[in-house]
């Protein structure tokens, strides 16, 4: 009996070590602190409605300033953020549009320069975060004033981008991505999270989120998270102010992928990138009359924060 047990524990001994390390990634707000987030956007949309294509482009960056203050006595903290430098450049088929803060008066002649107004007064107005002493995003602070001196026909298209809830709600669901609890590599996890699109529209997309461990980057050991878009739907407001109405959509994800590096020491998402491609029909209504669409949307992000 005893060689028995003595044999047992020798082929337990022998087998290869199974890391079971655990970690926690915990978000952290820095008193006083301050740091630069560069997202740069790529966007290339091709979308046939009763037969006719339209091919749309549009790439854009922006540089934003984050300063953080002091907490208050109820812990709480503010985090000012401000656009320092933003371009964009639109390619559509009732002209092209560029735009680039360095030049921000410098128009062209095509239909989108209505966007122009918008662009100059988001450099001026600065978005104010409120986060609770556990970090926890508690509302967004935003000056809607300048929308009064939009044309409404922008103003229309835009208000709900702009709404302080939307906001509120955009910011809490970008910092929940993060897993709740332990979780080793290997440990999967999955999401869904809504786009406002403006005009009344939604995209939603259901992730799976995977822990791979970490990499060494930049003399930095950071935590690496990959993601797939698994399911995506799409919605338009009944009240939406476009004059279309969705009778249903059936989009799927082609192909995705996307990757998250945390640094723990610094308690932030020091890296994001995201591709997209979305493919499948969306039935829209016109005064009561079908509006069969074909789409075909890809999509590239990255944010980093410098």
Do not use: C
Request: charged share 25%.
């Amino acid at each position: 009996m005893v060689r028995r047990w003595l044999a047992v524990v020798v082929l337990v001994l022998s087998l290869p070590a199974v890391s079971s390390a655990q970690v926690k990634l915990v978000r952290q707000l820095k008193e006083n602190s301050e740091s630069l987030v560069e997202t740069s956007t790529k966007i290339q949309q091709s979308l046939k409605i009763a037969g006719m294509n339209q091919q749309t482009a549009n790439e854009s960056r922006r540089l934003v300033r984050a300063k953080s203050g002091k907490r208050d006595d109820l812990g709480r903290l503010r985090v000012e953020e401000k656009i320092e430098e933003f371009e964009a450049h639109i390619q559509a088929p009732n002209g092209n549009y560029d735009f680039d803060s360095k030049s921000p008066d410098a128009a062209g002649n095509s239909a989108l320069e209505q966007v122009r107004p918008l662009h100059k007064a988001l450099l001026q107005q600065p978005v104010t975060m409120v986060y609770d002493k556990d970090d926890s995003v508690s509302g967004v602070e935003f000056d809607q004033q300048f929308l009064n001196n939009l044309s409404p026909e922008i103003q229309v298209l835009v208000k709900g981008q702009f709404d302080a809830e939307n906001l509120k709600r955009a910011a809490k669901q970008s910092a929940d991505r993060l897993p709740m609890g332990l979780i080793q590599k290997g440990s999967t996890w999955e999401r869904t999270e809504t786009t406002n699109l403006g005009a009344g529209q939604q995209l939603s997309q259901t992730a799976k989120y995977t822990y791979e461990g970490t990499v060494e980057k930049d003399g930095k050991s950071l935590d690496r998270i990959t993601f797939v878009i698994e399911q995506v739907s799409f919605a338009l407001d009944p009240n939406s102010p476009l004059p279309l109405k969705l009778k249903g959509s059936n989009l799927k994800p082609e192909k995705s992928g996307g990757e998250i590096l945390f640094d723990q020491k610094s308690g932030q998402i020091v890296e994001e990138t995201q591709k997209i491609v979305l493919k499948g029909t969306i039935d829209f209504e016109i005064q009561n009359m079908p509006l069969p669409s074909e789409l075909d949307l890809q999509m590239e992000f990255k944010t980093i924060r410098k």
